[in-house]
């Protein structure tokens, strides 16, 4: 898991109600990712920042928030109107995102909503 | 579309048993290639990336192939041990514009090694 760490491991919510996921990395990484994790679905990208106060969408950022203040964090917020937020979330980061980058991955949060 | 296509979607084998999986991609330019593990419940942990001019790159037990003109990579576990069991990931990153990269990830195999 590297450098990366990723609170709590379990997170549970009613339905309704905002959470953050936290995730900080140790690794003087730029660029961060978060990812999603469905059961039989490959990973799909929520959200990344290529340096700190910039971010940018990914393929399924409907009813999710960032922020990146500092270059350490990158706290993803799911909000209400995400329809199906139970799911496994990943951080990731690397030294860039170029193409040669290497992506290491945080341990992960799994969140359930009802 | 970029597309990475992984087979078999799970494989049981048993202890000391070899075994390969395949995983073929759609995703162009081509930049390079990476396998993961990911034990459940865990973050992906990377096993290899393999880059265009590379056909076979090896970490201990672990044997990746790369065939860039078909557009297919395998990864072959020899003597598998019951730690084996995890998922493997073959990822191939897809250019996202403004010299960025995203990647694409397969679905994975699932390994379940038993004694």
């Known amino acids: 898991d590297g450098g990366i760490t990723q609170s709590p491991k379990y997170l549970f919510r009613k339905e309704g109600q905002n959470v953050t996921l936290s995730c900080e990395q140790n690794?003087?990484?730029?660029?961060m990712y978060w990812y999603r994790q469905d059961p039989g679905q490959g990973l799909r990208l929520i959200y990344y920042?290529?340096?700190?106060?910039?971010?940018q969408k990914g393929d399924i950022a409907e009813g999710y928030s960032v922020s990146r203040e500092k270059k350490e964090s990158f706290p993803l917020t799911v909000t209400s109107a995400q329809k199906n937020p139970t799911a496994f979330y990943l951080c990731?980061?690397?030294?860039?995102?170029?193409?040669?980058?290497?992506?290491?991955f945080g341990p992960g949060t799994r969140l359930t909503v009802t | 579309k970029n597309q990475v296509e992984q087979s078999p979607q799970s494989l049981i084998i048993l202890e000391r048993k070899n075994c390969t999986l395949q995983c073929n991609y759609t995703v162009s330019p081509f930049s390079n290639l990476r396998w993961y593990k990911q034990d459940t419940g865990r973050g992906p942990v990377s096993l290899t990336i393999?880059?265009?001019?590379?056909n076979t790159k090896s970490n201990g037990r672990y044997t990746a192939t790369l065939d860039a003109d078909t557009k297919q990579s395998s990864l072959h576990i020899t003597a598998s041990q019951l730690s084996d069991s995890a998922s493997y990931i073959c990822?191939?990153?897809?250019?996202?514009?403004?010299?960025?990269?995203?990647?694409?990830f397969g679905k994975g195999t699932k390994l379940s090694v038993i004694p």
């Open positions: 920042s290529q340096i700190v106060n910039d971010f």
């Open positions: 990822v191939v990153p897809a250019y996202s514009g403004a010299g960025s990269y995203q990647l694409t």
């Open positions: 990731a980061s690397s030294t860039s995102s170029g193409g040669t980058y290497e992506q290491y």
């Open positions: 393999m880059t265009f001019s590379e």
């Open positions: 690794l003087n990484h730029d660029a």
